[in-house]
């Protein structure tokens, strides 16, 4: 899943698994794994 932010800054939730659920929760860890990931980037 990519996840976009208002100042366009771009990652990527490697293992959400969207078919077949009703929804998905991001959750704080995989917005902070997001960003530390893709620190020092862009």
């Given at each position: 899943?990519?996840?976009?932010?208002?100042?366009?800054?771009?990652?990527v939730?490697?293992?959400?698994?969207?078919?077949?659920?009703?929804?998905y929760?991001?959750?704080?860890?995989?917005?902070?794994?997001?960003?530390?990931?893709?620190?020092?980037?862009?």
């Open positions: 899943m990519l996840l976009v932010d208002e100042d366009g800054d771009e990652c939730v490697a293992e959400a698994k969207l078919c077949g659920d009703d929804g929760v991001i959750t704080d860890d995989d917005l902070l794994a997001c960003q530390s990931e893709t620190s020092g980037e862009g």
